[in-house]
């Protein structure tokens, strides 16, 4: 259905097809990365959207309210990394935060990310980077189904270190991570702006990184 789910792809090469194994279709959406608790917090968390250029062969990610920030695939480590433009353009290993694994197509497949600290990289189990896409709520039944139904798009800011997700058909509506009970909730702008737990639907689990991993 999708050519992202494709494995392998060909390339007409002198009439006849030969397998490139380093050709790859992927998607190419706003990221979310959250969870970084160094000193370079503020400098890793935030929306990085890609851009319309390649990076050493792969998606190129820049900070939405910070032109000068950069998620990157790193040619020389090999990893996906936060850095400056500075260090994009020297194509070097310079940055704030990695991921452990290397030659991933894609940033939102690291599951281990690292944060320089104090001149040392130290691994923070919290930072992750997630794909920020529109998602829709559906099958609501009670009284307040219409209130709780519909598409919802991920804003330009983080919450509680998660997407934020506003009701493209009421803006006074928000999917929201809620703090104090640890799950993804629909609520008003009022209970957003209180960080209440308030709200007219929620999610059983806890602690998710995305709404759309709860069961």
């Known amino acids: ?12 090469d002198g009439g006849s097809w030969a397998v490139t194994p380093a050709l ?5 959406t706003a990221v979310v990365i959250s969870g970084a608790k160094g000193p370079a917090a503020s400098v890793i ?3 990085y959207v890609p851009v319309d250029e390649l990076y050493n062969d792969h ?3 820049q900070k939405r309210s910070d032109p ?3 998620l990157r695939y790193a040619k020389q480590s090999g990893d996906w990394r936060v850095s400056n433009n500075a260090s ?4 070097s290993d310079r940055g704030w935060a990695c991921c452990a694994e290397t030659e991933l197509p ?3 497949l690291a599951k281990t990310w690292k944060e320089l ?6 691994v923070t189990p919290a930072l992750s980077v997630v794909q920020a896409t529109a998602v829709v709520i559906s099958g609501a039944k009670g009284p307040a189904a219409s209130v709780i139904n519909g598409v919802y798009v991920p804003v330009d800011e983080l919450y509680n270190d998660h997407v934020l997700y506003q009701k493209r058909s009421d803006p006074d509506k928000y999917l929201r991570y809620a703090k104090q009970s640890g799950d993804w909730r629909v609520s008003n702008n009022a209970s957003k702006a209180a960080n209440s737990d308030r709200g007219w639907a929620c999610c059983a689990e806890t602690e998710l990184p995305l709404p759309t991993l709860a069961k």
């Open 1 to 12: 259905p999708l050519p992202t789910l494709a494995k392998t792809w060909k390339e007409l």
């Open 24 to 28: 790859s279709v992927v998607q190419a």
């Open 117 to 122: 600290d104090g001149g040392s990289w130290a």
């Open 59 to 61: 998606v190129l990610y």
């Open 68 to 70: 000068d920030k950069y």
């Open 88 to 91: 994009k353009a020297a194509n």
């Open 45 to 47: 968390n935030g929306v």
């Open 106 to 108: 894609l940033p939102t």
